[in-house]
């Protein structure tokens, strides 16, 4: 198979729908990667009242997507640079989002503890976590299998009082996805 682009792999809008993305929603995605595949089509499903936050650790990526969104008029996507593997790094305020979004980057986390601390100080209680992870087959693009996680053992890294399972689906061909919500459970 010849994949054209990202859309193939996943379907963002399919996605953001499938995990109940609604209008005036605070979103961010966590790793959002230069192409903001997420980003964008969350700032156009959230509206004019809604806010989209793409958080990376490369400052290239975000000026790309600061670029792309002043050249669409993207007037509700906010660059914000940060490690998200650190508690308290990323400039957004406490229990703030409804949607927090973690798409390819649980296999990277260095700091999987300090990660999951971090996306539910992010995310209000009751509120939706979604991880999406590559399935450890081959694929045209992604990562070596050898570094892709299993959803039982991204399930098992992701076990905390904090956020709590709630349901898994297919998210496109290679990927997985896991919705967690956001207990109310104190963030120490």
């Known amino acids: 198979m010849k994949v054209q682009s990202g859309t193939e792999l996943i379907n963002p809008f399919k996605l953001l729908e499938r995990v109940g993305i609604r209008q005036g929603q605070r979103v961010a995605d966590l790793g959002c990667g230069a192409l903001g595949h997420f980003v964008f089509p969350a700032a156009q499903l959230v509206g004019a009242n809604g806010s989209v936050f793409a958080v990376d650790i490369q400052r290239s990526v975000l000026e790309q997507i600061e670029k792309r969104a002043k050249d669409g008029q993207y007037f ?22 409804d949607l927090t979004l973690l798409i390819n980057n ?22 939706r976590i979604i991880v999406v992870e590559w ?37 496109g061909p ?15």
């Not at 490690?83 to 305020?93: F, G, H």
Request: hydrophobic residues 35%; proline residues 7%.
């Open 135 to 171: 399935k450890p087959t081959d694929s045209p693009l992604g990562p070596p299998v050898s570094q892709r996680l299993d959803k039982q053992e991204a399930k098992k890294m992701l076990k905390s009082p904090l956020i709590e399972f709630q349901d898994d689906f297919e998210a």
């Open 174 to 188: 290679y990927h997985y996805g896991m919705i967690y919500e956001r207990t109310d459970a104190k963030v120490e």
């Open 106 to 127: 649980l296999y990277l986390s260095q700091n999987r503890e300090g990660l999951i601390r971090e996306m539910a100080r992010l995310a209000r209680p009751g509120s």
């Open 76 to 97: 509700n996507v906010f660059p914000v640079w940060s490690d998200i593997d650190v508690y308290r790094a990323t400039r957004i305020e406490d229990a703030s989002l």
